[in-house]
């Protein structure tokens, strides 16, 4: 499947605005990034409190994304209720105009309206059951009255459902707006401290920076092939995003977060997965054992599974990182998270 050496990828322009301070960010959790546990954070020094910082914001932002699923879903649901709604209110207009005209025929025979007795009664079952308004119905009128009460007790239960809805909907956006505040938080913190750094340091790390990338771009994926044709083509999706830089939340196809670029590159293959990590864990086939995975493959990390990514073959996973780096190669034994277990598509 895979060449032996893949050749450098062009440079992508999303590259170019990575910034020094940006590229520095990913090196130095270059060698601890992600770690499970966490980084003990009584630990001195900037490196430290970046990686901790960056592991955190990477676990928030699989939360946020699960968030926002809930609530794109919830926003068609609530759409798909007013939709039905209002074509119901249509339906019991015109039923109403048929109910007015047996009521006035009934008011010229002489006694009360019915749809007035109908809409002003507690219990239209009971009325309409009433032997005395049954007499002076023909069956089809009876039948009229019979589907306006149906259709507007289905009417009511529809909006009551929407308002339910609604009110979750509600809840999910507020759940929103705190994880990315915490995101952001975060990132910001990381930031902060990445300003502290000298402008020697800076360089030095832009430099192993650009040797991480360069490392990726020359990895040895050997020749195993994928276990399927869809994981072939995810898998390849997913090696045209190389060098793309990760943003948490994004989905691409100019920017991802760990999730969104699994999820975009089975999206090019036809095949629709869940958004968060935690979720594209209970796809598919597990596969316990590293040395199962075949190319292709999903392959989460860390005891939360807050991270996921594509096993590329030899070794290596296709991801993207953290925040500050690209989507890139990068060997699982050295990433410093833990392995879980992969998932076959």
């Known amino acids: 499947m895979a060449s032996h050496r893949r050749p450098k990828p062009p440079r992508h322009p999303y590259a170019s605005l990575l910034t020094t ?21 009584t630990k001195k020094g900037v490196k430290a409190q970046v990686d901790r910082l960056y592991e955190e914001a990477t676990q928030a932002t699989e939360k946020y994304n699960g968030a926002k699923e809930k609530a794109d879903a919830l926003q068609k649901e609530v759409s798909d209720l007013r939709d039905a ?13 048929r109910v007015g005209s047996i009521a006035a025929a009934q008011y010229r025979s002489g006694g009360m309206d019915p749809s007035m007795q109908l809409m002003l009664s507690s219990d239209p079952d009971s009325f309409l059951e009433r032997a005395s308004l ?36 509600d809840a999910t956006r507020a759940e929103l707006s705190r994880k990315k505040k915490e995101i952001q938080g975060k990132l910001a913190e990381a930031q902060r401290l990445l300003n502290t750094l000298t402008a020697e340091e800076k360089a030095k790390i832009a430099a192993e920076e650009d040797r991480a990338n360069r490392d990726s771009a020359r990895v040895d994926l050997g020749n ?21 830089p990760y943003v948490w939340g994004a989905t691409g196809p100019g920017s991802f977060d760990c999730s969104g670029l699994t999820s975009w590159a089975f999206k090019q293959a036809g095949v629709s997965i869940p958004r968060t990590s935690q979720a594209q864990a209970n796809v ?12 292709g493959d999903l392959i989460l990390m860390r005891s939360d599974l807050s991270h996921v990514g594509f096993y590329a073959g030899n070794g290596q996973i296709l991801h993207a990182p953290k925040p500050g780096a690209q989507v890139r ?14 998932v076959r598509i």
Request: glycine share 4%.
């Open 21 to 41: 301070t940006a590229a520095a960010a990913v090196v130095l959790s270059a060698q601890t990034a992600s770690a499970d546990p966490l980084p003990d954070p």
């Open 85 to 97: 709604a209002a074509r119901k209110q249509g339906e019991l207009n015109e039923l109403r105009d």
């Open 134 to 169: 049954q007499d002076r119905l023909s069956e089809r009128e009876l039948a009229t009255l019979q589907q306006f009460q149906t259709e507007q007790r289905e009417l009511q239960q529809q909006r009551a459902e929407a308002a339910t809805k609604l009110a979750d909907l």
């Open 224 to 244: 195993e092939a994928s276990a399927s044709s869809r994981a072939a083509e995810a898998f390849a999706a997913a090696k045209t995003r190389v060098g793309m």
């Open 284 to 295: 598919g086939t597990r596969i316990n054992s590293l040395s199962a995975l075949k190319p």
């Open 329 to 342: 190669y990068e060997s699982i034994a050295r990433s410093g998270m833990p392995f879980m277990w992969g």
